[in-house]
Structure formats: C-alpha cells, structure tokens
C-alpha cells in the first residue's frame, strides 16, 4: 500500500467526491492507503498542498490559479468532479428575489476566492456591475462559517455551499438564486496535485484519479450512500438537510471526469478582470488530461458504466 496525504479544505459535499473514494474503499482497492488532514479552507489547504505537506487535495480552480501565479505554486487539476458553478445564493428576511439583492452587502469568506468569482459570473450574466451593483464583504474565517455569513450586521447576501442554503433556512435566510442555473463552464470540485509529485509518482496519480472516479461514480448513482457519506463528514443529522444537498449536489455531477478547459478559462478570465492575477494564462498552465485519457484508453469508464467487464 502507498500512503498518501489528501488535504481536505472543508466538510461540506464539494468535498464528497475524496469522501466517497475513502468510505467506498476505492483508494484502497488501488493500492492506497489515505490520510484525510483537515484545513479551514483553501487559503490554508493549498499552501499545505504546495508546502508537501499532502499529495493531494480536492479543490477549486479560481483558488488553485490564484496560489500558482501569486505564489509560484505548481499545482495541477487532475481529475473534475463538477464543472459548474455550484453555489447558492441567500439572502436576510425580507429580501426574496433578485432585485432584492441589487445593491447589498454580499458575503464571501475572502476577496477574490471562487465564490467572489462567482458572483461576478453572474452578475456578467444578469446585466449587473460588481463594481456598483453590490458591496462585496469579506467575512473572515474567525469563527463558524455559517454565523459570519449570516451575520446581518455586516451582510445582506451571502454564497453558501449545500447542505448551508438549508441550514441558513431554518434560521430565516431564504434560498434565492442558484448559480448552477446560470450553465456556465466553471471549473469547481477537482482533484489536483503537484506537478513535481505527479512527474515523481504518475503511477500514484494515476490510482487516485481512478479511485476519484470510482467515488464520484458511486457518489452520483447511490442515493442512500451519498446521503450517509454527507452525514458522516458534515456532523449534519437533519434527514431533510441531508436529502436536499445530496440532491443539489449529485445532479452537477457526472461527464468523463476531464478536468474542463473551458471551466478553468471562465475562472482566469473573471480573476484577471478582478485584479486578482496579473495576467491572463492559459488553461493549460493549471490541468493534466493525462490520468483521464488513460483511464480512457483502459476502457475503464465502459467498465465502471456496466458495458464491460473488467
């Protein structure tokens, strides 16, 4: 068995794809042995991954682009979970629909993270200005998540990540908008590693994006197994809760697995028109078709779909 180190920047179901590959013990049938380290976000988890404190991570790509060109980080996207937005919009009591939210304080975690870059995908999408038609406000990471988000003091409108749209709602937060509507390529949930462990281990990274397959696969297609993996990860014990964010999540997954070209240039264009980056690169800099193109010429997905035997 090799041991490998997987960062994991949150509980939450963007994380579920790593989850599923443990608990359906696919890392294991691929001769791995995982160590899940946990992380307060990917401003911490990132750095870990680049530092060699882990081998691999489940992340987003505005996040991985922004570490690789501010910090000269080598990290690559391997593998693609969900290659559109995935994130919700709530907003206080008395604010129920778009409209409403014209003009009010946004939360986000951090200025220039993914959910900031979601916002500006669809205020491109809508018509609006993110310049002028919302104060963007960064909440932190001083405390729990979801009490810095909803903290109606400070915000008015805040991306959340599932099961929180429907945690928010119990507290009188109401559900919005849901990006994921918009259909725009937007590389989100992925598995990514370093290119110096990649071109040290391919075999390695070649088990994990396979096991990943088998997770997100498992994940998408067995309802009673994603809720369970939902429930041991988040802490979350409301079966409503759990029901909705599997359902929410497993219906943006699914494709070949190939991390999205497409989705990885949407997230350099609007972090280039934030300022975030300095320039705008090619998708190319941050993805490695390799790993899935092999499993492709394994006739491995023919096998995980029913339509070969192994």
């Known amino acids: 068995m090799d041991k490998i180190r997987i960062a994991c920047a949150n509980r939450s179901a963007g994380t579920a794809p790593v989850f599923a590959a443990v608990e359906g013990g696919y890392l294991k049938e691929s001769g ?22 882990a081998d691999f991570i489940n992340t987003v790509s505005p996040e991985l682009i922004t570490i690789n060109m501010r910090d ?101 937060w109401k559900l919005v908008e849901d990006f994921a509507r918009l259909d725009v390529a937007f590389q989100n949930s992925c598995a990514a590693t370093t290119r110096r462990f990649f071109n040290a281990r391919p075999d390695i990274v070649l088990k994990y994006v396979r096991a990943y397959s088998y997770g997100v696969y498992r994940f998408r297609t067995d309802g009673k197994f994603g809720v369970e993996v939902i429930r041991k990860y988040g ?4 079966r409503s809760v759990l029901e909705a964010t599997y359902v929410l999540f497993a219906r943006l997954m699914g ?15 609007i972090l280039y028109r934030l300022g975030v980056i300095p320039r705008l690169p090619a998708p190319e ?20 779909m029913g339509f070969r035997k192994e």
């Open 72 to 172: 000269g980080g080598d990290a690559v996207i391997v593998a693609s979970a969900i290659s559109r937005s995935a994130q919700q919009v709530c907003a206080r009591p008395g604010l129920s629909s778009r409209n409403d939210l014209r003009g009010k304080r946004w939360g986000v975690l951090a200025r220039g993270d993914a959910d900031e870059c979601s916002i500006a995908m669809a205020f491109e999408r809508w018509g609006w200005d993110i310049h002028k038609d919302a104060e963007i406000v960064a909440v932190g990471s001083g405390g729990p998540r979801l009490d810095l988000l909803l903290d109606d003091t400070k915000v008015d409108v805040a991306i959340m990540h599932a099961p929180e749209p429907f945690q928010a709602e119990k507290r009188g």
């Open 255 to 269: 494709g070949m697995m190939f991390p999205s070209v497409e989705g990885v240039r949407t997230a350099s264009q």
């Open 285 to 304: 800099e941050f993805i490695d078709l390799e790993p899935v193109l092999q499993l492709e010429r394994e006739n491995f997905f023919q096998f995980l």
């Open 32 to 53: 791995l042995d995982p160590e899940l380290i946990f992380y307060q976000g990917h401003s911490q988890s990132l750095p870990a991954l680049i530092a060699g404190e």
């Open 235 to 238: 802490g979350e014990t409301d």
